[in-house]
């Protein structure tokens, strides 16, 4: 079975910290990609990664960077977090293949909660 | 701009078939219609995906219209581990793009 696991499932923060929240997939994914969920907004798509070192904006990026240094591994940062950042974040991967359309398995997701 | 619409909310009873449905009327060719159902304080959940044909897994049916502008997906035997949030997603490439789904729930 695929796992991605998150680095934390609560988290608390303060105005102005640097986040580092990790992610690691242990399927040999290609893709990852981070979302953020709010009530009423559903899933919006920060930042994804199709392979190590390559990132691209999805449709909320502003306020966020990631590192992906490790296959396995996909990093969101909020470099100074604010208290519209608190949110449920998800990590999520899920392979390629050539015509091939293959679904994404999401982790537990972490909650932060920037006070 | 929203691909998919989907009732906000739906209940059924446990042992019943749950009849989920999504329109879709500006789908293109080449993208597939991807079911997934969010269960309280978990991640995401795959459940099935089609292109133009109907499918069947373990967990679900998915009907497609011929003119694929909607579709239907079908839990046979709905169970109260089946109340959760369902997603109907239209995408042909990695990226997937969340609506608010229908909260399906189940009653004893």
């Known amino acids: 079975d695929v796992k991605v696991t998150q680095s934390s499932r609560y988290l608390v923060k303060r105005t102005g910290e640097k986040v580092f929240l990790e992610c690691v997939q242990d399927?040999?994914?290609?893709?990852m990609f981070w979302y953020r969920q709010d009530p009423g907004l559903g899933l919006r798509l920060i930042y994804f990664s199709y392979d190590v070192k390559m990132k691209e904006k999805g449709d909320i990026p502003e306020g966020y960077s990631v590192s992906r240094e490790k296959k396995e591994r996909f990093s969101l940062i909020l470099e100074s977090a604010s208290t519209n950042q608190t949110s449920m974040y998800l990590c999520?991967?899920?392979?390629?293949?050539?015509?091939?359309?293959?679904?994404?398995?999401f982790g537990p997701g972490t909650r932060l909660t920037v006070t | 701009d929203a691909k998919t619409t989907q009732p906000p909310s739906m209940d059924c009873a446990e042992g019943r078939a749950a009849n989920l449905p999504c329109n879709h009327s500006t789908i293109s060719g080449n993208e597939y219609v991807y079911w997934y159902r969010q269960i309280h304080s978990q991640g995401p959940q795959y459940i099935i995906h089609g292109l133009k044909n109907n499918e069947t897994n373990e967990m679900a049916s998915l009907i497609i219209t011929e003119d694929r502008k909607s579709s239907t997906l079908i839990l046979p035997h709905a169970t109260l581990r089946d109340t959760a949030v369902y997603y109907c997603i239209v995408k042909e490439d990695e990226k997937l793009t969340f609506g608010t789904g229908t909260r399906l729930t189940i009653i004893p």
């Open positions: 999520a991967s899920s392979g390629v293949g050539e015509g091939v359309v293959y679904e994404q398995y």
């Open positions: 399927m040999d994914h290609e893709n």
